[in-house]
């Protein structure tokens, strides 16, 4: 039989990890939400009921422990005169602005890094 030869691997190189997870998806349309429907001087009664959904579901979805459908979204946004594409840009805006922090700053200790080497 043949001999086996090990094979290395060349090391990865390593990610900057962020200091602190990234957002949930469900947080961040749970606090859209609620944003939303305090701009609009509601209650989570009044808006659960034009939604269809019931004031505790509403309660749940806001505070980002309910992974609500599509359609739920979709009921609670209209609910707020909102569409699901406004809702959906929205989040994903404020979700660049969270997780480019770390990363802009990880940039620019790498450069700083390789200025002091050259």
Known sequence: MADLVPFSRAPRPSRPRPSEPE???RQMVGD???RR???RDETLTET?????VSPQYLSEVE???KEPSSE?????????D?????LTSAVADELRQVTAAPASAAVSASRGAFALAA
Do not use: F, K, V
Not at 72 to 80: F, H, P, Q, R, S
Not at 82 to 86: A, C, K, M, N
């Open 23 to 25: 957002p949930l998806w």
């Open 32 to 34: 859209q939400l609620r």
């Open 37 to 39: 429907r305090h701009d």
């Open 48 to 52: 659960a009921e034009n939604a269809g």
């Open 63 to 65: 505070r980002g422990l």
């Open 72 to 80: 739920m979204i979709a009921a609670i946004a209209g609910a707020l």
């Open 82 to 86: 909102t569409s699901l594409i406004e």
